[in-house]
């Protein structure tokens, strides 16, 4: 994981993501691109005063914060001596994030635990893990380290999204202290926990395949518990094996993840 695309936004999920990819770029002696999307109405959103003034006035104040959000960023980063570059597009940060992605092993956003900006964040790493082919990197606020050596939780249920999620995490796989990819009782796997365990053996990866059964009905409730009782510092998981949509409706592992998780998660969809 070699190329980290960072989400650069001044909210409260900065710090963590920003711990993130300094312990990724470490891990994999990696580069990370900032990219700074935002469209001209979202400052509107920040202070509705800025409506009022006159254009020369708007854009001279929209360029100013911009460019102080960017020193700050670049302060910290020439102190980790880590290669990095800078974006910054007019856009809406799931679509910047998605065009600048092609090229990228891994994409770090937030699940903002400690703002009322969660519902945009946690609508944002839906909206860029089902529209990027990389996977995204979710980091809850309130976790200010990505613990690569720790142990790693796999939820597995043999569909297509859950083989994709295990293959782009091999990387971070070999460097943890335990992986243990996790089956929740719940109907018949169109791929048996084995065959994740196999592939995961052809890279050089011990795994422990653990069963357990729902909580309260709840197939991401059991993956967090699993996650809590091992230690995990990561929980690894296909992303919206259903459509978005019918997830927001009736629910699914996806979005009890995105909203009940207190450790760093990695979708893949």
Aim: charged share 20%.
């Amino acid at each position: 994981m070699k190329s980290i695309l960072l989400h650069v936004h001044d909210d409260a999920g900065l710090e963590s993501r920003l711990q993130a990819v300094f312990d990724l770029a470490r891990a994999f002696a990696g580069h990370i691109t900032c990219l700074h999307a935002k469209p001209y109405p979202d400052y509107f959103m920040g202070d509705p005063s800025l409506a009022s003034a006159v254009p020369v006035e708007l854009f001279e104040e929209m360029e100013a914060r911009r460019f102080a959000l960017q020193k700050k960023v670049e302060q910290r980063l020439r102190l980790e001596t880590i290669p990095w570059d800078w974006i910054h597009v007019d856009d809406l940060p799931a679509d910047g994030l998605i065009k600048a992605s092609p090229l990228t092993d891994v994409i770090v956003l937030s699940l903002d635990d400690r703002s009322a900006e969660y519902g945009r964040s946690q609508a944002l790493v839906g909206a860029v893990a089902t529209g990027a082919l990389p996977p995204v990197l979710a980091m809850p606020a309130s976790v200010h380290s990505l613990d690569t050596g720790a142990p790693v939780i796999v939820a597995w249920n043999g569909s297509a999204e859950a083989s994709t999620a295990l293959r782009v995490a091999v990387p971070l796989l070999r460097l943890a202290a335990r992986v243990q990819l996790v089956e929740v009782a719940e109907r018949s796997s169109a791929l048996p926990a084995d065959a994740g365990a196999r592939y995961l053996s052809r890279h050089g990866i011990e795994v422990e395949i653990v069963q357990r059964q729902p909580i309260d009905g709840s197939v991401g409730k059991a993956i967090l518990q699993a996650a809590l009782e091992t230690g995990a510092g990561l929980i690894v998981s296909g992303a919206y094996g259903h459509s978005r949509l019918r997830e927001f409706l009736l629910g699914g592992v996806t979005r009890s993840l995105l909203t009940s998780s207190k450790v760093p998660l990695l979708f893949a969809h």
